[in-house]
């Protein structure tokens, strides 16, 4: 018996529990955040549905299915009532079925059954050695958990699965549910005490992938640091395990939560089998890759275990971060554009059809913290000049702030620097056209600051342990509930007091000394949980409240870029160093994760204070049109020529913007492994229009740029060329087919040191 429309079942000699929790509080006693995972806000429940996603039952095998896009996926219960996974991977003929799951059998008496059989979530305990999903402490000593499968309902391209222990009343409630136009599966789990008593969640995990058994796999995964992110980096999945981390309170740069697993020597961007996934939780998170004595690979994600531990008290439930999973047959090119498709189509705010990043100009680089009206409605006239659509001022305009020395935390609009507040210049922004938008840093404090001289106790911090200071600041500890109503209340009143359009959200430290003295010993570890879940409710008010309001997340660069922050911020700031050809190798490794429709990428000056290299503003302009187009220069400095080039670009960059931030991007050459040459090409979504960024660090001994072959074009259809900036060889037809440009290829003529090219091409 299939089954495909709502439906709920009980294994013979088990209890019915309730069906699936909608509508109630899931996440934390009455909180915010609780409200938007039932509501279907985080992490947007409504999941794109333009292609159909099915999910089936098959009563006699007791198998689930769920087909969505190019995907298939199915999990079974097996005759030790544990829910088993059966297979992730391209998608599979309807006609096709599964044998029922049949549990693993131990190898020898070292690893017993629950250690070898490939489980969708597990509870420590039983003699299990591989990383578990759940770990509970229980209050009379207890740590065994044993969980199996009670019951399951089907609702369109939602299942959830309930499982408990077999003795203790605790249940976990799995949470699946399936984009029908990527394949991409979000996973979740959510954790109930029914017991008589608190008991105490040690570890949790969101959800474990399993991939087909093999020992051929190469793991992908991204790792950096402030002005070095997003460096790609690749190694084997050998046995043992591979353990991807933040324990910074945040996402981090270190490491990002995301992975993908191909197999080994497949160099081939657009070929072969890719599993991926990325965790949508932005405090400390960890992901474990595993392969076991068996050979078999598993990949688990959610909450960090260091340092914590969360007491759940009696009729409370715990709900996890979502973990999104997908599978590519087109190579790990194909795994990007579903990522992007999705993060666009079905995460970001507005979706699916958020609006196209403005052009924005960004006043840090020429003024610092020295902001004045003259000196911003200066350069706001400059900026508009050049087709700017969105003028930001920067640090510097609050409190008494001159440096970042004091200030942070007092947010009210320094008097001697705007003494009729912030209407005139944001009136000034207006009248050149332009939106206005303002840098803030809420979850911050100088000790040197009226706020901290009134409320010392709200830092993060350790009774009578030194303050570890980062940047002259400290961290507010966000998870009090105070805290949380002073950044909320004084965000809401900034922005209902003034026409800003934009935030630039910053965060420019990590955690230290985590302690949360105002709860009780054993509730402090919670702050790691509670401290992310407020930053999330304090985002979801402000969009409900100010829903014109657009903001960027920024940590000192790209350490708080995750699938979590995403889904309630338009756009990301990927990194501070903005060096043009440092970009490319940045830009890059970002892509692999995360669309170029949120990727901010500035024209800043030359030479840059990173390298001191100096790049002609032509190469700068190129290097950041392959994402969202902002300017931070200090255009005090421009000469005439240098606003005649920038206007002109930034007329070519609104031509392509849509295809950039919304098309397809394939990667024709990467700038990995200090390769010479990078080139890039976006196609948009109705393929008529393609655009191509071409790169070159040096030529050497007469060798000519590698020809070009062009991906993603209509085959059948004619396509008009034009070179944007840079030339294309002599010999290059006006015009050719699809097939022809693919297939034939494009040469650029590129030679010296730091030279770029860009095209278009234009379906006749």
Not at 577 to 597: E, H, K, M, V
Request: hydrophobic share 35%.
């Amino acid at each position: 018996m299939n089954i495909t429309s709502t439906a709920s079942m009980t294994l013979p000699g088990k209890e019915m529990t309730r069906r699936t929790h909608r509508g109630r509080h899931i996440f934390y006693r009455l909180s915010t955040f609780a409200l938007l995972l039932c509501l279907g806000l985080h992490g947007r429940a409504g999941i794109a549905q333009e292609h159909t996603a099915t999910v089936r039952f098959d009563a006699a095998t007791k198998v689930f299915r769920i087909d969505a896009a190019e995907t298939s996926y199915a999990l079974g219960i097996n005759e030790d009532q544990q829910v088993q996974t059966l297979y992730w991977g391209k998608r599979l003929p309807a006609s096709d079925s599964f044998t029922a799951a049949k549990a693993m059998p131990g190898s020898a008496a070292f690893d017993l059954s629950i250690t070898t059989t490939p489980q969708e979530f597990v509870g420590w305990g039983g003699g299990m050695f591989v990383e578990p999903d759940l770990k509970i402490t229980f209050p009379d000593g207890n740590r065994d958990l044993s969980l199996k499968y009670l019951s399951h309902q089907i609702e369109g391209n939602k299942l959830t699965l309930v499982m408990k222990d077999i003795s203790r009343e605790v249940y976990v409630t799995l949470q699946y549910q399936a984009d029908g136009e990527t394949g991409i599966l979000r996973r979740s789990a959510e954790i109930e005490n029914r017991t008589n008593a608190p008991l105490t969640i040690e570890q949790v995990s969101a959800a474990t992938w399993n991939l087909p058994r093999g020992t051929d796999y190469r793991l992908r995964y991204l790792t950096g640091r402030w002005a070095g992110e997003w460096d790609l980096q690749e190694q084997p999945v050998n046995p043992g395990k591979t353990v991807l981390e933040s324990r910074r309170g945040s996402t981090g740069a270190q490491n990002n939560p995301w992975f993908a697993i191909d197999r080994k020597g497949n160099n081939d961007q657009e070929n072969g089998s890719v599993w991926f996934g990325a965790l949508g939780w932005s405090g400390s998170w960890q992901i474990t890759i595993e392969q076991d004595q068996l050979q078999q690979v598993r990949v688990s994600g959610g909450l960090n275990p260091f340092d914590f531990g969360y007491r759940l008290q009696k009729g409370e439930r715990f709900q996890t971060p979502y973990f999104y999973g997908g599978y590519s047959n087109s190579g790990i090119g194909g795994a990007s554009r579903l990522l992007h498709r999705f993060e666009v189509d079905s995460l970001l705010p507005h979706a699916p059809t958020p609006k196209l990043r403005p052009v924005l100009y960004n006043s840090w680089e020429a003024t610092g913290f020295s902001v004045d009206d003259p000196g911003q409605m200066a350069l706001a006239e400059k900026a508009a000049s050049i087709g700017v659509e969105r003028f930001v001022m920067d640090d510097g305009w609050f409190g008494q702030r001159k440096d970042d020395h004091a200030g942070l935390g007092d947010w009210y609009i320094n008097p001697q620097k705007f003494p009729h507040g912030l209407k005139p210049l944001i009136d000034k922004v207006h009248s050149l056209g332009m939106e206005f938008g303002l840098w803030v840093e809420p979850e911050m404090v100088n000790p040197d600051s009226d706020l901290y001289r009134k409320h010392p106790d709200w830092v993060l911090n350790f009774p009578s342990r030194p303050h570890t200071e980062a940047r002259n600041q400290l961290v507010l500890n966000l998870a009090r509930p105070d805290v949380r109503a002073y950044v909320s209340g004084f965000l809401d009143k900034l922005l209902s007091e003034n026409d800003i359009a934009f935030l630039k959200w910053d965060y420019n430290r990590n955690w230290s000394e985590p302690g949360w003295p105002a709860v009780a010993p054993e509730d402090q570890k919670k702050v790691y949980v509670e401290f992310t879940r407020n930053l999330y409710a304090i985002l979801t008010e402000l969009r409900a409240k100010h829903p014109n309001v657009e903001i960027e997340s920024c940590s000192g660069g790209g350490s708080r870029v995750d699938l979590g922050i995403m889904n309630l911020t338009d756009e990301v700031w990927p990194s501070d160093n903005t060096d043009a050809f440092d970009r490319l190798l940045i830009q890059n490794g970002f892509s692999y994760a995360y669309t170029p429709a949120v990727m901010m990428a500035w024209v800043t000056d030359s030479p840059t204070w990173v390298n001191q290299r100096s790049l002609t503003l032509e190469y700068r302009f190129l290097s950041s049109m392959q994402g969202s187009l902002g300017i931070g220069a200090n255009l005090n400095k421009w000469t005439p020529e240098d606003f005649a080039t920038a206007k002109k670009m930034v007329t070519q960059y609104k031509s392509i913007r849509e295809t950039v931030q919304r098309g397809s991007l394939y990667r024709l050459i990467t700038p990995e492994h200090n390769s010479e040459q990078s080139v890039t090409e976006s196609v948009s979504r109705d393929r008529k229009q393609a655009v191509t960024f071409a790169f070159l660090h040096s030529s050497r001994e007469l060798y000519l740029f590698p020809r070009l072959y062009l991906h993603g074009l209509d085959a059948s259809a004619n396509y008009r060329i034009t070179a944007l900036d840079g030339k294309l060889a002599g010999d290059t037809p006006t015009a050719a087919s699809g097939a022809y440009w693919m297939e034939h290829g494009v040469d650029v003529d590129l030679r010296g040191d730091f030279q770029a090219a860009a095209f278009t091409l234009e379906m006749q």
